[in-house]
């Protein structure tokens, strides 16, 4: 048992965290703002700092353009960016789609995208829910029609984040409809730009634009755009949705450090009804509380980066992240909010004026934490029957 | 990174699982909560045998020598198996030994210890005392060549059968500073009665009462006037022993509770099948690698010497809640079966209740973290 990090790690966390001094990441345009996940916002002029500093590409093998070092110092990057909450939402998706890749791509697409999504060239969606097909992704609708050498591609999608920045897209069709449902599903690398495709951004509760729809309509992709076996799309989207459960949550603890650190400081200063809030009792016990659940939160993600490390695929502990993370992070708004009380209405002068800003839109936009990439009851569903082997019903 | 233990570490789980399943059925464990002793000396003497008394005992002092973390491993083992009886509270006497004993106190106490033949306690808290040490009332007067000691603690594991009580008292030194001292006290002194407090879990808790119990000098345990940080980090490495415990604990009923989900037949399906089920099994599983973890850190940390005090409080802040809640939705998962007393859940449940408040509930040590944020 040893929780200390490598030299290696650690020379490459003191390596981000100098760059992060040197070029702060908040100077950097975002075209989405950090929604409170942990990792940021999406910055494409961010993405592309990191793709000539390689960091997009750390653990990926060498000759497709990475640095073919270990996912725990891909990790162990990731946490040290979001502590600076660097925008690291531009190339999430791009490394989920880059695992799909690198798993079951042919040896031409590797050659093709990998430099490319190295270098933050060029930025990834994932286009898998559809309106009838949510959290029961079978029933994907989407159909793609083999014609000689190209499919047609047409059904509409829905959710994919940042899909209206993306210059491609991960799609999943159907391309056998009269199979059984989980053996007719294949994958597609699709260019947004293709004709026949129409996005939208969806403006959701928060008013945030990440959200998006696309409509496919007569799409044409060429056969060299499938990715991995037609009709066994399924195994290669769990491995990106692996990517969605564990890289797009594992970085809770690192990008909430800082707004405990911030809500205790303003603890500290403010007072109310002429009464310092440090004196507070129970508004310290709150906190710690966060504070105690970040450190759980902290541990149960480097479980599974470690299990990563060694190789080893993870199910059901990526559900344990995602849930464990994105209910802290509904609290932690929630606590946020409770903290800061009437002072929420500060005038914009205030000194706490970004706090304020911050956490009222966290606020609203943590309600969708635990439903996008799988709502926490899929993954509660998940962790009984995989990680506890009850039956299925 | 290395979230594993050493083969050594795993062969001593085995070793651990295997007797304890043999030598510790639940029907002994149900007997020893009426048992006023608490525990069978047949089984204390297997367990010396063993060497689990000397296990985190140096060989210097006739122990094996092993790591805190080694202990861990132990704890939670005996946390599954439910064991009833005095190790865990010798276990933290002998802490106390080794963590402030001067070398003739350790050559005296720690080879009887080994073998089984001395059992130790630790007294702090008092009527209205928890854990607090500002608040211990309980004094210890100079008068002559011996130590006076007056007052009432609670909550003393296993006094009744212990051989040695390391009770905390406030003292004056020589310049008249007052701060707390730990006495190595005789449990049969004269003017010392121990009386066993009626629990929820049976375990055996005293209320010790020191009326002018004397002590000679010679019994003080680390500094006079100045055990507070000795006892401060003495209860911190308790709480992670207790998570320790309760990690195996909260396992075991995670365990029963996945098997009988599994078996119990309604509507013509194992309830197992069913997602309400389902969810509060997948909620027991997230709490435990919670408590797994953050118990697994602080014990690490204990255990390469370094600054634990945050992460001890972490962790048995998590753990006294994560238990709990474990245990409850557990019962609610087992029906009306696991709400009889023969059944093993309460067992279980009961211990969850007690080993949340020892040595500091999650509320306490949250007030600690609180400090430790920067509040």
């Given at each position: 048992?040893?929780?200390?990090?490598?030299?290696?790690?650690?020379?490459?966390?003191?390596?981000?965290?100098?760059?992060?001094?040197?070029?702060?990441?908040?100077?950097?345009?975002?075209?989405?703002?950090?929604?409170?996940?942990?990792?940021?916002?999406?910055?494409?002029?961010?993405?592309?700092?990191?793709?000539?500093?390689?960091?997009?590409?750390?653990?990926?093998?060498?000759?497709?353009?990475?640095?073919?070092?270990?996912?725990?110092?891909?990790?162990?990057?990731?946490?040290?960016?979001?502590?600076?909450?660097?925008?690291?939402?531009?190339?999430?998706?791009?490394?989920?789609?880059?695992?799909?890749?690198?798993?079951?791509?042919?040896?031409?697409?590797?050659?093709?995208?990998?430099?490319?999504?190295?270098?933050?060239?060029?930025?990834?969606?994932?286009?898998?829910?559809?309106?009838?097909?949510?959290?029961?992704?079978?029933?994907?609708?989407?159909?793609?029609?083999?014609?000689?050498?190209?499919?047609?591609?047409?059904?509409?999608?829905?959710?994919?984040?940042?899909?209206?920045?993306?210059?491609?897209?991960?799609?999943?069709?159907?391309?056998?409809?009269?199979?059984?449902?989980?053996?007719?599903?294949?994958?597609?690398?699709?260019?947004?730009?293709?004709?026949?495709?129409?996005?939208?951004?969806?403006?959701?509760?928060?008013?945030?634009?990440?959200?998006?729809?696309?409509?496919?309509?007569?799409?044409?992709?060429?056969?060299?755009?499938?990715?991995?076996?037609?009709?066994?799309?399924?195994?290669?989207?769990?491995?990106?949705?692996?990517?969605?459960?564990?890289?797009?949550?594992?970085?809770?603890?690192?990008?909430?450090?800082?707004?405990?650190?911030?809500?205790?400081?303003?603890?500290?200063?403010?007072?109310?009804?002429?009464?310092?809030?440090?004196?507070?009792?129970?508004?310290?016990?709150?906190?710690?509380?966060?504070?105690?659940?970040?450190?759980?939160?902290?541990?149960?993600?480097?479980?599974?980066?470690?299990?990563?490390?060694?190789?080893?695929?993870?199910?059901?502990?990526?559900s344990v992240v995602k849930t464990f993370a994105d209910e802290l992070g509904q609290r932690l708004a929630q606590v946020g909010l409770q903290v800061l009380g009437p002072q929420v209405q500060l005038r914009e002068d205030s000194k706490w004026t970004a706090l304020r800003k911050r956490f009222t839109f966290l606020y609203t936009f943590n309600r969708g934490l635990s439903l996008a990439g799988g709502t926490s009851e899929i993954q509660r569903t998940t962790i009984a029957l995989r990680g506890l082997g009850l039956p299925r019903g | 990174m290395d979230f594993s233990f050493t083969e050594e570490q795993e062969m001593l789980r085995k070793i651990a699982r295997d007797?304890?399943?043999?030598?510790?059925?639940?029907?002994?464990?149900?007997?020893?909560?009426?048992?006023?002793?608490?525990?069978?000396?047949?089984?204390?003497?297997?367990?010396?045998?063993?060497?689990?008394?000397?296990?985190?005992?140096?060989?210097?002092?006739?122990?094996?020598?092993?790591?805190?973390?080694?202990?861990?491993?132990?704890?939670?083992?005996?946390?599954?198996?439910?064991?009833?009886?005095?190790?865990?509270?010798?276990?933290?006497?002998?802490?106390?030994?080794?963590?402030?004993?001067?070398?003739?106190?350790?050559?005296?106490?720690?080879?009887?210890?080994?073998?089984?033949?001395?059992?130790?306690?630790?007294?702090?808290?008092?009527?209205?005392?928890?854990?607090?040490?500002?608040?211990?009332?309980?004094?210890a007067m100079l008068k002559g060549k011996e130590y006076v000691i007056n007052g009432t603690k609670l909550f003393v594991e296993n006094a009744h059968v212990a051989d040695l009580i390391v009770c905390a008292a406030k003292s004056k030194d020589g310049t008249g500073h007052q701060g707390i001292t730990l006495f190595l006290t005789n449990a049969k002194s004269p003017n010392l009665t121990c009386t066993l407090i009626e629990t929820v879990a049976g375990d055996k808790q005293c209320e010790v009462s020191f009326q002018g119990v004397r002590v000679p000098q010679g019994s003080i345990l680390g500094e006079l006037g100045r055990g507070e940080e000795c006892l401060k980090s003495l209860l911190q490495v308790a709480a992670v022993a207790k998570c320790a415990e309760m990690l195996g604990g909260a396992q075991q009923v995670l365990d029963m509770t996945v098997n009988y989900v599994k078996e119990r037949i309604q509507f013509d399906h194992p309830i197992g099948t069913l997602q309400a089920i389902q969810h509060h099994c997948a909620n027991m599983l997230i709490d435990l690698e919670g408590i797994r973890y953050i118990t697994y850190l602080a014990a690490w940390k204990v255990n390469e010497g370094l600054p634990f005090g945050k992460e001890a409080a972490i962790a048995k802040a998590w753990a006294s809640e994560a238990y709990r809640r474990i245990s409850d939705l557990a019962h609610q998962c087992h029906g009306a079966i696991g709400f009889c007393e023969d059944h093993d859940l309460p067992l279980y449940s009961k211990r969850a209740k007690a080993s949340e408040f020892a040595f500091g509930d999650a509320r306490f040590q949250r007030r600690f973290v609180a400090q430790e944020i920067g509040l």
């Open positions: 048992m040893d929780f200390r990090f490598s030299e290696e790690e650690e020379r490459l966390r003191e390596e981000v965290r100098q760059f992060c001094q040197k070029e702060p990441p908040e100077s950097f345009p975002c075209e989405i703002e950090d929604e409170g996940y942990g990792f940021g916002g999406w910055s494409s002029a961010f993405t592309r700092r990191l793709g000539q500093k390689g960091w997009l590409s750390i653990s990926w093998p060498k000759e497709y353009g990475g640095l073919g070092r270990s996912i725990m110092e891909r990790f162990v990057a990731a946490e040290e960016l979001a502590y600076h909450r660097a925008p690291q939402y531009g190339h999430l998706f791009g490394d989920a789609v880059a695992a799909g890749i690198l798993g079951y791509g042919t040896e031409e697409q590797k050659r093709e995208f990998l430099p490319q999504m190295a270098r933050g060239d060029i930025l990834w969606a994932t286009g898998l829910s559809e309106p009838g097909a949510g959290s029961d992704l079978l029933n994907t609708a989407t159909r793609a029609a083999k014609d000689s050498d190209n499919y047609i591609l047409n059904g509409q999608k829905i959710w994919p984040t940042g899909a209206h920045l993306a210059d491609w897209c991960l799609i999943l069709a159907r391309t056998d409809p009269e199979a059984p449902k989980s053996r007719g599903l294949s994958t597609f690398l699709v260019n947004t730009r293709s004709p026949g495709i129409t996005v939208n951004p969806i403006i959701d509760m928060s008013g945030s634009k990440s959200f998006c729809e696309i409509f496919l309509e007569d799409v044409r992709v060429p056969k060299s755009c499938l990715l991995g076996q037609e009709n066994r799309g399924l195994p290669l989207v769990f491995a990106c949705l692996e990517g969605d459960r564990f890289w797009g949550r594992c970085l809770r603890h690192a990008g909430s450090k800082k707004d405990l650190e911030e809500l205790v400081q303003y603890v500290n200063e403010a007072s109310y009804d002429g009464r310092r809030l440090k004196d507070d009792q129970v508004l310290r016990d709150t906190l710690a509380e966060i504070a105690v659940e970040l450190e759980v939160c902290r541990m149960i993600n480097y479980k599974a980066a470690w299990l990563l490390n060694k190789g080893q695929s993870i199910s059901w502990e990526s | 007797f304890l399943t043999t030598e510790c059925p639940k029907d002994l464990v149900r007997q020893m909560v009426k048992d006023e002793k608490g525990y069978t000396p047949e089984l204390w003497k297997k367990m010396a045998e063993l060497g689990w008394m000397g296990l985190i005992i140096p060989e210097e002092y006739g122990g094996i020598g092993g790591s805190f973390l080694d202990v861990v491993v132990l704890l939670e083992e005996m946390g599954r198996a439910c064991l009833p009886g005095p190790f865990f509270s010798s276990l933290i006497g002998t802490l106390a030994i080794l963590e402030a004993g001067n070398e003739p106190q350790k050559k005296e106490l720690l080879p009887k210890i080994a073998q089984g033949e001395l059992l130790s306690t630790l007294a702090i808290s008092e009527p209205g005392v928890g854990y607090e040490m500002n608040t211990i009332q309980c004094q």
